[in-house]
T-cell receptor
Framework: SQQGEEDPQALSIQEGENATMNCSYK?????LQWYRQNSGRGLVHLIL?????REKHSGRLRVTLDTSKKSSSLLITASRAADTASYFC??????????FGAGTTVTVRA | KAGVTQTPRYLIKTRGQQVTLSCSPI?????VSWYQQTPGQGLQFLFE???????NKGNFPGRFSGRQFSNSRSEMNVSTLELGDSALYLC?????????FGPGTRLLVL
């Protein structure tokens, strides 16, 4: 069974706009990670946030974590066509075992 | 450093056959994890190996097995293939919490 659930399932935005997607999970976690996947290829790691962190930034990415609500959000600012991809949140309960959500498909229109 | 490599990239098999997939981790990474990705079930954890020992296992039948060699390279085997085994099989290596994924092996079972 999947630990995380992303919302929305799909998102279509104009180039230059911001994209926000949310992830909810069920059990306590060690960390939460966000990955990107382009057209059924391998996953690319974007950012990791630990359970004792509330916010983290990496370039145009901003991730928040609310452990009391068991939720996280990923914000992509000033989106580009190259950001078109599926985005997955993954939670780590133990070591080296990730539980993925169903993903959010983001389409950035030129 | 070279990334995670997986061979073969594409594979077509028929029901009842068996298949072996190979994964070479990033140099220095001793942990290798395997995931199955299907449109219906999403990304699901298969198993994880560290120093030639299976440390974690997902909820898959015994037809799915794996092993890791002394050079950290890993193989996974699926015996008695079923149509439902058609999927993208992803391998990931890690040294701490972040997992680095290979491009995957796309398996089609006819």
């Amino acid at each position: 069974s999947q630990q995380g659930e992303e919302d929305p399932q799909a998102l279509s935005i104009q180039e230059g706009e911001n994209a926000t997607m949310n992830c909810s999970y069920k059990t306590s976690i060690n960390n939460l990670q966000w990955y990107r996947q382009n057209s059924g290829r391998g996953l690319v790691h974007l950012i990791l946030i630990r359970s004792n962190e509330r916010e983290k930034h990496s370039g145009r990415l901003r991730v928040t974590l609310d452990t009391s609500k068991k939720s996280s959000s990923l914000l992509i600012t000033a989106s580009r066509a190259a950001d078109t991809a599926s985005y997955f949140c993954a939670t780590a309960v133990g070591d080296y075992k990730l539980s993925f959500g169903a993903g959010t498909t983001v389409t950035v229109r030129a | 450093k070279a990334g995670v490599t997986q061979t073969p990239r594409y594979l077509i098999k028929t029901r009842g056959q068996q298949v072996t997939l190979s994964c070479s981790p990033i140099s220095g990474h001793r942990s290798v994890s395997w995931y199955q990705q299907t449109p219906g079930q999403g990304l699901q954890f298969l198993f994880e190996y560290f120093s030639e020992t299976q440390r974690n296992k997902g909820n898959f039948p015994g037809r799915f097995s794996g092993r890791q060699f002394s050079n950290s390279r890993s193989e996974m085997n699926v015996s008695t293939l079923e149509l439902g085994d058609s999927a993208l099989y992803l391998c990931a290596s890690s040294v701490q919490e972040t997992q680095y994924f290979g491009p995957g092996t796309r398996l089609l079972v006819l």
